[in-house]
């Protein structure tokens, strides 16, 4: 099945279509067949993609038909006679492995005999009279070209807020990237597509439904709604934004980004739901706070006014909000003594909100790992900020507001590489930030040089002193960003070079996904979606240390099992005697 998904798309991103994907002549033919298929794709100014099983002589071809192009019913239709006709010629078969179905059946007086189809019609009424049962197969099938769905015109004003560049900017492009083979509501395999369809069993929680809702939306086939539709707000309001599609479905289906763009759409002049004011604004109201960080923790973390907060917040409130540090990192940075100059030359360390604002410890440490492995730290004089939370809540004016505000920061004008240690912050500086400001050079330039702590570590082959001992290997929550957008061979091979045993690498995402688990309502899936795989692995070795990059992936493990995992730059910062870095 993943074949259809992976040659959906020509190498030059033309789109390619099925409608003669699954002809059949015998093996001793094949040759010829092929030959005089290929003569007769170029007769058509076509190109094809094929796979299949040639020992048995069924090819399975997706073609660029061009409907998305005037004519292109008509195209589709003149190539699809001349294709019947070259396979009847070979002796061969218009299916050779599924069925010719509606899209097919009226070719089928090409390939059978008058007497023949005469029989198939008879049999038929005789155990259908009424006509009741899948009418239009292969008895009175429908033209061809009747029910191809591309020819509907886009009739929703699209314009989206991001360039969509690998779909020509496109956004009725991108949705209609899934094709339907249904990965993403396959249990087997992998766990990290799709997180809410394995929590829910439900079609319209999975990436799939959500794309063919997308579809008919674009197409302006959901009443006369549009981006206003409720069905497709309540469909992805389940969609963690995990972006385990993006790298796990054959035809790169990026529903987190989709997600954004119709919220974008959507809330556009209309009250948005409190949690988009609240964990959406995060990095605002936390710099807020970080002025009077004791008295906001007394607020927020009392039951009484703590449970009103998070009310009043959209905030699920058995979550419980996270202290804020009383000393922001970039707060105590502007007080240390720096190192100079250093062999392996500057890196500037991208003070997050997660690790400026609540986990500042993870950022000191990733200081001092720098510097014992011989790089300089800088970090940005101004406030910098990724837009994540803005772009998660679809308030995509706001993120790129905030995101050209950073680009402006001094320390970001030059070449070094620039450290972000929260990897969903990490994804969106590599993969969203040109997606958003595809015209800002400094954007680019940024995106290119973003770098994980283990990517910057693993380019030099650091060693750290070893570990105590006695250290137990570690249960690996990776975020679902750094499983689908940065890949995690960087960690595995700083992980073995630096003897950190990992007894599982969990593969799906922990639940809680940014702001996902933390807003009210979504505190069941949040929960069963941790039962996947996290809370199974938490159970099995309850005294396994804990590997997280991710606030979110570590905030989920801490309410699940009361246990702190670590960030791989307290892990290798542990290491280190109180002198180094
Ligand atoms: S979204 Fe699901 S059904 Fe659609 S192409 Fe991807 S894996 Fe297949
Ligand atoms: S982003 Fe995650 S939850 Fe959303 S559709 Fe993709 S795999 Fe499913």
């Known amino acids: 099945e993943d074949g259809a998904g992976y040659s959906a798309r020509l190498a030059d991103g033309t789109k390619a279509w099925p409608g003669f994907e699954d002809s059949a002549v015998p093996p001793d033919r094949l040759g010829a067949y092929l030959s005089e298929l290929r003569s007769l794709l170029d007769q058509h100014n076509m190109q094809a993609i094929s796979y299949g099983h040639y020992g048995e002589g069924c090819i399975h071809l997706r073609i660029s038909f061009g409907l998305e192009q005037t004519g292109g019913a008509e195209r589709y239709e003149h190539f699809m006679s001349d294709a019947a006709d070259l396979v009847v010629r070979h002796g061969g078969s218009l299916s050779g492995e599924h069925g010719d179905g509606r899209s097919r059946g009226s070719l089928l007086e090409r390939q059978f005999s008058p007497e023949m189809r005469e029989a198939f019609a008879t049999f038929r009424s005789l155990w259908d009279p009424a006509g009741t049962l899948n009418p239009g197969i292969i008895v009175d099938p429908p033209s061809i ?17 991001q360039a969509f560049s690998g779909d020509d900017g496109d956004f009725r492009s991108a949705v209609d990237r899934c094709i339907g083979v249904g990965r993403c509501v396959s249990t087997q395999g992998s766990t990290l597509m799709c997180p809410s369809f394995r929590a829910t069993r439900d079609e319209q929680n999975s990436t799939r439904g959500r794309a063919r809702l997308l579809q008919e939306m674009v197409a302006g086939s ?64 936390l710099k807020l706070s970080s002025r009077l960080p004791r008295l906001v923790n007394l607020i927020t973390r009392s039951r009484l006014t703590g449970g009103l907060f998070a009310r009043l917040a959209g905030i699920a409130p058995s979550r419980g909000i996270p202290p804020i540090a ?22 500037v360390l991208w003070p997050d909100t997660f690790n400026n604002h609540l986990t500042p410890d993870v950022a000191h440490d990733a200081v001092r790992v720098l510097e014992a492995a011989g790089f300089e730290a800088i970090v940005p ?60 050079p400094r954007a680019i330039s940024l995106s290119r040089r973003v770098t994980t702590l ?36 960087a960690d595995r091979r700083v992980c073995e070079r630096n003897g950190i045993e990992i007894s599982k690498e969990l593969e799906g995402c922990c639940g809680l996904a940014g702001n996902f688990g933390a807003e009210a309502g979504h505190e069941e899936i949040a929960q069963r979606v941790a039962e996947l795989e996290l809370v199974p692995a938490l159970e099995a070795d309850p005294d396994a240390p804990l590997l997280a990059d991710g606030f979110s992936c570590r905030t989920q493990i801490e309410s699940l099992s009361g246990k702190r995992a670590r960030h791989l730059a307290e892990v290798l910062a542990e290491r280190l005697s109180p002198g180094d870095g």
């Open 326 to 347: 009383h000393r922001t990192f970039t707060r105590d940075w502007r007080r240390r003594n720096h190192l100079g100059t250093a062999p392996h030359g500057q890196v």
């Open 145 to 161: 070209t009747d029910d191809l769905r591309i020819t509907t015109p886009t009739v929703l004003q699209l314009a989206p807020a």
């Open 222 to 285: 959901l009443a006369n709604d549009g981006w206003g539709s409720a069905e497709v707000r309540d469909a992805l309001d389940l969609c963690l934004a995990c972006r385990g599609c993006v790298s796990q479905c054959p035809t790169s289906v990026d529903m987190a980004s989709y997600k954004s763009e119709f919220l974008d759409h959507h809330y556009r002049r209309r009250l948005r739901p409190p949690s988009h004011y609240s964990l959406g604004w995060l990095p605002l109201w």
């Open 454 to 489: 283990a990517e910057l570590l693993d380019g030099i082959e650091y060693v750290a002193p070893p570990s105590p001992p006695d250290t137990r290997p570690a249960i690996a929550q990776p975020h679902c960003h750094q499983q689908s957008v940065l890949g995690l061979d």
């Open 381 to 440: 004089g101004r406030a910098v900020c990724c837009g994540l939370t803005w772009h998660t809540t679809g308030q995509l004016g706001m993120a790129k507001r905030v995101l050209k505000r950073s680009l402006g920061a001094v320390e970001l004008a030059g070449n070094e590489p620039v450290l972000v240690l929260e990897p969903s912050c990490a994804t969106m500086l590599r993969s969203d930030l040109p997606e958003l400001l595809p015209d800002d």
